[in-house]
Nanobody, 121 residues
Framework: QVQLVESGGGLVQPGGSLRLSCAAS????????MSWYRQAPGKERELVAR???????DYAGSVKGRFTISRDNAKNTVYLQMNILEAADTAVYYC???????????????WGKGTLVTVSS
């Protein structure tokens, strides 16, 4: 079994910064694409950013230039540095990962439980 645990959420003022972390643990042979999604109240979950195992990244247009996704493959951890935060960034942020548990297993997709980010003065 694989667990994804997010941390780093909280309350921040507009214009401030936060860094989210997501650590994967359990049976992991390889971690492929790791992503951050978010879901604001009353809205659908949306992709914020994703990163491949080789470091290629992709961002939602609304966060490009403000957010940076990175990963530490040795620690099975993905990060999301969020700068110049806006009220519209308020949401629960979820970690998502494609994980191959063993060398012979089919990769599966896993979600963390989420961490709340609130941007407010």
């Amino acid at each position: 079994q694989v667990q994804l645990v997010e941390s780093g959420g909280g309350l921040v003022q507009p214009g401030g910064s936060l860094r989210l972390s997501c650590a994967a643990s359990g049976s992991i042979f390889s971690l492929n694409i790791m992503s951050w999604y978010r879901q604001a109240p009353g809205k659908e979950r949306e992709l914020v950013a994703r990163i491949t195992s080789s470091g290629s990244t992709d961002y939602a247009g609304s966060v490009k230039g403000r957010f940076t996704i990175s990963r530490d493959n040795a620690k099975n951890t993905v990060y999301l540095q969020m700068n110049i935060l806006e009220a519209a960034d308020t949401a629960v942020y979820y970690c998502n990962a494609d994980v191959q548990p063993t060398w012979f297993a089919t990769p599966a997709n896993y979600w963390g439980k989420g961490t709340l980010v609130t941007v407010s003065s």
